[in-house]
């Protein structure tokens, strides 16, 4: 995602420094009372922790870094979803046993219910922003004691990158501009429709839909049901299917996966998945899921230069160390121990 990296659009966050060390005790104590009580494991390199924060009405929106590579295990959310975008670095994720790889630029929406689990790549930034479940259940009109039915973990669709980038780069500007009655900041009327409509975004796309909709930002009563639009929210300007089986795939890089399942994923049969797949990447769909796993193998060495190769490798599904290294050659012009050696140096 584009848009949030760019350091001019973090300006209004960078102007509330909330807390900056390199105090191990002290960083979890300011980041626990900003966000979650949770368990904080120190791992490779050195502490930079980093914290900034934007506010505009109900919602909350964080610039947060640890330097380090850190394992954090909150507690379940209760009455809030955090949204996790990476603007630099990586993390692996785990909430309530379902497993995310978050990439740089990628969004991840995570509401556990049981457990939570966070791996932090060295120098990995994320900005998250803090959505209050009352917020969301104003958006659909529905009561405290009724359940959201909000997934516990998915990666927002890459088709909706864009559309959260907006919505990022606008809740950014309205920190700056969500003054008290008498200042020149805006209405209280426009900050709570557009906050609606954030909420709304995220409850629209999650991967189960919900059956019975979400109303209008703005209103009253609920719509129909989603049908395909929100069954399947992985559109993009091409093929449908195609999103599907992207989706499908990045969700999945470290699982065994058959043809059949790729076709499964795309709903249509193997003939037609590979002249979808020839005809968008010029590749068979096991070639794609392929290089999307050398692309996350040549991610995590560039992220981690001290990792074992082969380690990484069996972990992303390859099973010869061989091939895989013919394979990594081909896609990046270079072994991976010579991706290590270039980071070290």
């Not at 191990?24 to 904080?40: F, K, M, N, P, T």
């Not at 993390?91 to 219910?113: C, N, Q, Y």
């Not at 979400?214 to 009253?220: K, L, M, S, Y």
Request: charged letters at 20%; a neutral charge.
């Amino acid at each position: 995602m584009p848009m949030p990296a760019k350091r001019s659009a973090l300006a209004p966050l960078y102007g509330n420094c909330l807390f900056r060390s390199d105090e191990r005790v002290a960083a979890h104590d300011y980041v626990a009372r900003e966000l979650i009580d949770h368990a904080l494991r120190w791992k490779r390199g050195r502490p930079d922790v980093a914290m900034y924060k934007g506010q505009a009405n109900r919602l909350q929106v964080y610039l947060l870094q640890y330097g380090a590579e850190v394992e954090v295990t909150p507690q379940p959310f209760d009455d809030f979803t955090l949204v996790h975008t990476s603007l630099v670095g990586a993390a692996e994720i785990e909430s309530d046993g379902k497993r995310i790889e978050l990439a740089e630029g990628r969004t991840a929406v995570l509401a556990p219910r049981q457990r939570l689990l966070l791996r932090w790549y060295p120098g990995t930034e994320q900005l998250i922003v803090k959505v209050p479940h009352a917020l969301m259940r104003d958006v659909l009109a529905s009561d405290e004691d009724q359940p959201l039915g909000l997934a516990p973990g998915f990666m927002l669709a890459r088709a909706h990158g864009a559309q959260w980038s907006l919505l990022l780069q606008s809740l950014l500007n309205m920190t700056t501009m969500s003054g008290g009655p008498g200042d020149a900041g805006l209405s209280q009327a426009w900050l709570d429709h557009f906050e609606r409509n954030l909420a709304l975004f995220l409850l629209s796309h999650q991967p189960d839909a919900l059956s019975a909709g979400a109303p209008a930002a703005g209103g009253e009563g609920r719509m129909g049901p989603v049908g395909d639009e929100g069954a399947a929210p992985l559109r993009d300007a091409g093929d449908g299917r195609m999103a599907a089986l992207m989706e499908y795939m990045e969700a999945r890089l470290c699982a065994p996966i058959t043809l059949e399942d790729l076709a499964r994923a795309a709903g249509t049969s193997v003939r037609t998945l590979n002249q979808l797949c020839h005809r968008h990447h010029g590749v068979t769909p096991m070639d794609l899921l392929r290089n999307l796993r050398l692309d996350a193998v040549h991610a995590r060495l560039r992220l981690q230069a001290d990792l074992s190769i082969t380690e990484t490798a069996l972990a992303f599904g390859f099973g010869h160390p061989g091939r895989f290294a013919q394979y990594y050659q081909e896609r990046f012009n270079e072994l991976p121990r010579e991706t290590q050696a270039r980071v070290r140096a």
